[in-house]
């Protein structure tokens, strides 16, 4: 069985950085596609960054765009978001997601071609 394990989210002051981690368990990593995503309240869920393995290669939101990266750990069951010049707007629980289906450019952010969800972990970045 997949499961999904996020940690690292917390709280911090507008330009400052988080790293979030994602732990996956049950998995193969030699074809899949893996993700972050946020909600925050009364908003729809959005793809915020997804890495896939078996060809190298990251996906970014426009609006985090050049202040997150996501990457891979050796082990390659490891996923995290390196999160700088914080901002307000950026409040959000944070989702790891993971597939193992191949997406092609425009899936990466939408979140029904993801079949694993992580608990979220909590974001909130005061001005």
């Known amino acids: 069985q997949v499961q999904l394990v996020e940690s690292g989210g917390g709280s911090v002051q507008a330009g400052g950085s988080l790293i979030l981690s994602c732990t996956a368990s049950?998995?193969?990593?030699?074809?899949?596609?893996m993700a972050w995503f946020r909600q925050a309240p009364g908003k729809e869920r959005e793809g915020v960054a997804a890495?896939?393995?078996?060809?190298?290669?990251?996906w970014y939101g426009a609006s985090v765009k050049g202040r997150f990266t996501i990457s891979q750990g050796n082990a390659k069951n490891i996923v995290y978001l390196q999160m700088n010049s914080l901002k307000p707007e950026d409040t959000a629980m944070y989702y790891c997601a993971a597939t193992d289906k191949f997406l092609h450019a425009g899936e990466y952010s939408d979140p029904l071609q993801y079949d694993y969800w992580g608990q979220g972990t909590q974001v909130t970045v005061s001005s």
């Open positions: 049950g998995f193969t990593y030699r074809s899949n596609s």
């Open positions: 890495i896939w393995t078996a060809d190298p290669g990251a």
